[in-house]
């Protein structure tokens, strides 16, 4: 059984989307504080689980704290709002919503009847924060990056300084998935050289174009991780 379960909604053909899916780095970093903190956290990524739905159903149970859906706009939107409808009306239990769609659209992403809290922005320490909170029965106030409904009313707290990424985990919790199902093989005339798997070593970008989410997301400032830790 799992205190938290993340999920990640398939994305259309064309939106983001190679001849084998992107493993989900970004939920692996909002995991990796919770494992830290012996949480017990599955992750659910519906590009290579097609049938999730039985898999959180037996996942979740009454001492589960609560889920978490990443997304992009776009397509992804309607499968996270299909998790997050099953995890409210069968399971009671909070929902929250991170990733570029919510972090651009806080307020309109919290006013769904499916969503209860969003995150906008890096997620690694606020997620872990709001996991405390409800886990303590806690208000949410003050936690900054957050939009929550309480009593119907929607509330924002300030907005959240970038991590200083080199502060975050060293190592992912890649046990949490089947990396198998994400590596790409290609012919290589190097033994060795022909198994590819993504990895995340920046955030941002230093350039400014209009039709980007960089502007709005990372304020056009490019971070990255040291060389030791690459």
């Known amino acids: 059984m799992a205190d938290i379960i993340l999920f990640r909604p398939k994305a259309a053909e064309g939106e983001a989307r190679a001849i084998r ?28 689980n097609f049938y999730w739905p039985e898999e959180l159903s037996k996942e ?9 859906v990443s997304s992009m706009t776009g397509t992804q939107i309607s ?17 929250v919503w991170g990733g570029l769609h919510a972090s651009m659209l806080p307020e309109q992403t919290v006013k769904n009847n499916f969503v209860d809290i969003v995150v906008r922005g890096e997620g690694e320490n606020v997620f872990l924060k709001i996991v405390n909170a409800l886990k303590n029965k806690e208000s949410l106030k003050g936690i900054p990056g ?19 990424l080199n502060s975050l985990p060293a190592i992912l919790p890649y046990h949490l998935i089947n990396c198998e199902k994400y590596i790409t093989v290609k012919r290589s005339s190097h033994p060795g050289c ?9 955030r941002g970008c230093p350039h400014r174009c209009s039709f980007c989410y960089n502007l709005n997301i990372n304020s056009g400032k490019w971070r990255y991780f040291n060389t030791a830790r690459v």
Do not use: M
């Open 60 to 68: 979740l149970n009454a001492s589960s704290i609560c889920v978490g």
């Open 79 to 95: 499968g996270g709002l299909r998790f997050s409808k099953i995890a409210k009306e069968r399971f009671n239990l909070p929902v």
């Open 146 to 164: 957050v939009w929550y409904k309480e009593n119907g009313r929607v509330y924002s707290n300030p907005e959240t300084q970038f991590i200083d």
């Open 194 to 202: 022909n198994r590819i798997f993504d990895l995340h070593t920046d």
């Open 21 to 48: 899916p992107r493993p989900p780095i970004g939920l692996l970093f909002v995991a990796a504080p919770l494992v830290r903190e012996n949480y017990r956290v599955k992750i659910i990524d519906e590009e290579t």
